[in-house]
Each structure stands twice: as C-alpha cells, then as structure tokens.
Nanobody
Framework: VQLVESGGGLVQPGGSLRLSCAAS????????MSWYRQAPGKERELVAA????????HYDDSVKGRFTISRDNAKNTVYLQMNSLKPEDTAVYFC????????????????WGRGTQVTVSS
C-alpha cells in the first residue's frame, strides 16, 4: 500500500498550488480520502475530505472558498487545488484513506502518505 503526495513547494502569498496523492495497493474507489496538514509545533488538522465516489466534500472553515478537493478513481488519485494561499497555510500536507469512522479523527484512517511541504512566503 502506498500513498504518495506531490506538488508541494514554495509559493508567494496569493499564489496557487495543486497537490496530488497517488494511491496504490488497495481499492482506491472504496475509500474516502482526506487531506490533513501539520505545521511546526501544531497538531495535525483536517483540511478537506471527499467521499469514495466523490459525491460529497468537507472543508475546514479556514480553507473554504480557497481550496478544492477532487478525485479521479480511474487514476487512483486525489487532488487538492489550493488558491489564494496565505502564510498560515504553511505546513506539511498529508493525504489519508479511510473506510469508516470519523473523518475528524486521525485514528480512523487506514493509510497515510509521507507528506509534501507547502511553504507560503514572500
């Protein structure tokens, strides 16, 4: 089983990035997917989530209207489009997969990626 994030980097405030998470080794289309992030010295927090069929999404209030989560089950990939980035969005971003349990609890997730660094700075 693998979840591999990509697309992170350094961007100026107001800029955009698109993160990707490629899944392998499990039936991707059966899993709800989420993006979490963790800033230095802070707990891991849920950013966005999407159901297994892509029909429903959830966003943290801090990213609503700026970030969009989507998935392509044919490509076993989940995406996070991040627009209007702010310095406070700086963190390591992780994708995670779950079949049950609360999307708000990291312990509900069966699989995690290693993360990709996003730095928003001028």
């Amino acid at each position: 089983v693998q979840l591999v994030e990509s697309g992170g980097g350094l961007v100026q405030p107001g800029g955009s990035l698109r993160l990707s998470c490629a899944a392998s080794g499990f039936t991707f289309s059966s899993y709800a997917m989420s993006w979490y992030r963790q800033a230095p010295g802070k707990e891991r927090e849920l950013v966005a989530a999407i159901t297994s069929d892509g029909g429903s999404t959830h966003y943290d209030d801090s990213v609503k209207g700026r970030f969009t989560i989507s998935r392509d089950n044919a490509k076993n990939t989940v995406y996070l489009q991040m627009n209007s980035l702010k310095p406070e969005d700086t963190a390591v971003y992780f994708c995670a997969a779950r079949t049950s349990g609360s999307l708000f609890l990291p312990g509900s997730y069966a699989y995690w990626g290693r993360g990709t660094q996003v730095t928003v700075s001028s």
